[in-house]
């Protein structure tokens, strides 16, 4: 079949890219996308919003220690860059000069729109650039934004588990909902469909991470027409392959998040001081529409936007992006190795490192990666023999990171890697050496980084997304913070080694128990273990993975709960906020804890976790995975 050219028509005040297959309006020199015309529907985006409120980019900024700003970014010029039969490329330019400074933030911004022949659909990228001596700033959030016709797309779907029905914008209006414990979960008492009511809606139970969020997006049933957001790529976004990301919410709204302090708080906001220099490319991403018949509403058009995005990861880099900055295939470069593990407590051979996270990021120390949110990372999943590949790294000087299921812990490679246009770089066998003193005395969960194997209780009938009821991630319910003292209404959780089951007895999320008056007060666990001859000369050790952590802090006390000094203390750590946006993780945390074996007795022992923060329900601690180790023996340690 045979598609017609690419044409542009620029007016006064508007600019239409058109390729035969759809067209796509952006305001002159805004850049703001203000029709989108497909499928015989004169505007996918909402036409009852204003022209500016339709598709867009933004921003949240602020000056070191001022209120945050938000922005959309509205070029100040325009330029064709690229017109030819095969591909249109658009630049709106917005440039930044002390004039400015206190208005806006101080980056000069270039938003790229790209629509190529035969495509259904279409691009858009960014770069942004910071000169050396300009103002310092933070800037907390960026993406891009579309607001769909809430008439037509009313079916979400992000996921082959994750898809329904959704809420209209009005079911969120006074008299219509009620307002939950934070404004971003309301109750629908008075929807306009009536079977959705008594569901809680909340734009957090849709968030997804990095590495599951590939394409999302919403379905129109008349006609059948599926809007999708596509990124096929994560190098440019931050946190890594576990950092969580708003996807598609009430609106009905999509979004392509490229910075967000979501499930992490200030670890991931970009601050830039002293005046330096920066220079970013976000994207492109690809917003891609299909159609069908009224068959194929709403699985067919799901399972192509599938293999849509399958086809845009496999292009990436994309070849056709016009500017310098965007870096091709053959401008980037390549590492490859085997990753083993050696904990000598589970075998004395070398342990395939099966599905190991491997990635190159900015150089740091181990695991600063999850930190890292100012430049690119690139990820790819070591097989179940531990070979690894990553593809198309732009040039520069990382370290290479790893970490691997079923272990705790970060790996890195001591030696930087200088990527370099056109290098390919074997690393050969690498070992992972776990943290590791001596032989398990008890474990408590799986080490991967979730809560998610731990008990997750039903949520409150009077609360409920239906979507999550009998779901793997059914921790995504609303209000399951408050069922901690529901469970546990007059003493905290008592886990016995050996006898309780942690999928059963260990709830996911250690926070404080709401009292009668609504105050809070903080929680203590106790974990009871047996101990036969204790070494008590000797140091055990304690390991502790943490999953998420918000305003938390955790003491730990060995068979003294009133002991006024803790055996050990984190202080005040985590802003991850996973608890009140139904994450099941956030940044990870690992402690490695000395135990005196003089704190021990022969029989059974008692541990003591408290978490004593309860100005909020939602102050607490996740855990990964506890593990107690004794100490080496005297022949191991020879």
């Known amino acids: 079949m045979s598609y017609p050219g690419v044409r542009l028509h620029v007016h006064n005040r508007y600019v239409v890219m058109d390729n035969g297959i759809l067209q796509v309006t952006l305001s002159n020199p805004d850049g703001i996308v203000t029709g989108i015309r497909y499928n015989g529907v004169d505007n996918l985006l909402e036409v009852l919003n204003k022209e500016t409120n339709r598709g867009y980019w933004d921003l949240m900024w602020s000056a070191p220690g001022s209120k945050g700003l938000f922005d959309v970014i509205r070029g100040t010029s325009f330029e064709v860059v690229v017109q030819n039969e095969e591909q249109v490329e658009l630049s709106f330019r917005r440039m930044w000069d002390p004039s400015l400074e206190g208005k806006y933030v101080p980056l000069n911004i270039d938003k790229r729109f790209v629509m190529l022949r035969a495509s259904s659909g279409f691009y858009s990228y960014g770069i942004y650039e910071h000169l050396s001596g ?24 992000m996921a082959d588990n994750r898809q329904r029905i959704m809420p209209f914008p009005d079911d969120r209006l006074p008299g219509r909902c009620q307002t939950l414990a934070y404004p971003e979960a309301v109750l629908l008492v008075n929807p306009k469909n009536p079977i959705l009511k008594g569901e809680v809606d909340d734009k957090y139970q849709y968030s997804c991470d990095n590495k599951d969020n590939q ?18 790529s994560d190098e440019f976004r931050s946190g890594g392959p576990l950092k969580q990301n708003l996807t598609s919410h009430v609106g009905p709204t999509t979004l392509a998040m490229f910075l967000s302090g979501h499930y992490a708080g200030q670890d991931l906001v970009p601050k830039f001081r002293g005046g330096e220099p920066w220079k970013k490319v976000f994207g492109p991403v690809y917003i891609y529409l299909n159609s069908g018949s009224i068959h194929d509403y709403p699985y067919r058009l799901w399972e192509d936007a599938k293999r849509q995005m399958r086809n845009e990861v496999e292009r990436w880099p994309y070849s056709f992006p016009a ?4 870096l091709k295939s053959d401008q980037r470069g390549n590492v490859s190795g085997r990753l083993h593990v050696l904990d000598r407590y589970i075998s004395t051979d070398l342990i395939s490192a099966n599905g190991a996270y491997v990635g190159l ?14 430049d690119y990372q690139f990820w790819t999943r070591a097989d179940e023999n531990g070979f690894f590949t990553i593809r198309n790294i732009r040039p520069g000087d990382y370290n290479l990171y790893a970490w691997v299921p079923g272990f705790v812990g970060d790996y890195k490679l001591d030696d930087f890697l200088n990527i370099t246009s056109g290098s390919y770089i074997e690393l050969g066998e690498l070992v992972y050496e776990p943290p590791r003193d001596g032989p398990t005395l008890w474990e408590i969960g799986i080490p991967d980084r979730s809560a998610a ?3 997750v209780p039903d949520p409150d009938p009077r609360y409920v997304n239906r979507l999550f009821i009998n779901h793997p991630d059914r921790f ?10 529901e469970l546990y209404p007059d003493a905290d959780l008592v886990y016995t080694i050996g006898v309780s089951d942690y999928t059963k007895d260990w709830f996911f999320a250690q926070v404080p128990r709401r009292k009668e008056d609504d105050t809070h007060q903080g929680t203590t666990w ?5 101990v036969n001859s204790v070494d008590r000369g000797s140091t055990y050790k304690l390991r502790v993975a943490i999953a998420s952590a918000t305003l938390a802090e955790l003491q730990i006390r060995v068979n003294e709960p009133s002991a006024r000094r803790p055996v050990f203390t984190t202080g005040l750590i985590g802003r991850d906020n996973s608890v009140a946006r139904h994450g099941i993780h956030g940044i990870y945390w690992m402690y490695n804890v ?34 107690l180790e004794a100490p080496p023996s005297l022949k191991e340690e020879l």
């Not at 394409?215 to 096929?232: C, E, K, R, Y």
């Not at 995504?476 to 003292?485: K, P, S």
Request: net charge neutral; aromatic share 18%; charged share 20%.
């Open 594 to 627: 000395n135990i005196p074996g003089s704190l021990l007795i022969d029989g059974t022992n008692t541990m003591y976790f408290t978490q004593p923060r309860n100005q909020s329900p939602f102050q607490g601690i996740m855990y990964d995975y506890i593990r």
């Open 476 to 485: 995504r319910q609303y209000g399951l913070w408050n069922r901690y003292a």
């Open 134 to 157: 300009w103002p310092d700033f933070d800037i907390s959030e960026t993406r891009i934004t579309f607001k769909l016709r809430k008439d037509k797309f009313q079916y979400m779907a």
């Open 323 to 326: 500017s310098v900055d965007f």
């Open 215 to 232: 394409v999302h997006g919403w379905i129109s049933a008349n006609p059948p027409v599926g809007f999708w957001q596509i990124t096929p």
């Open 361 to 374: 990021a900015p150089p740091g120390d181990a695991g600063s990666w999850q930190r890292e949110c100012k």
């Open 453 to 455: 194997e731990f008990y």
């Open 526 to 530: 106790q974990i009871k273990f047996e």
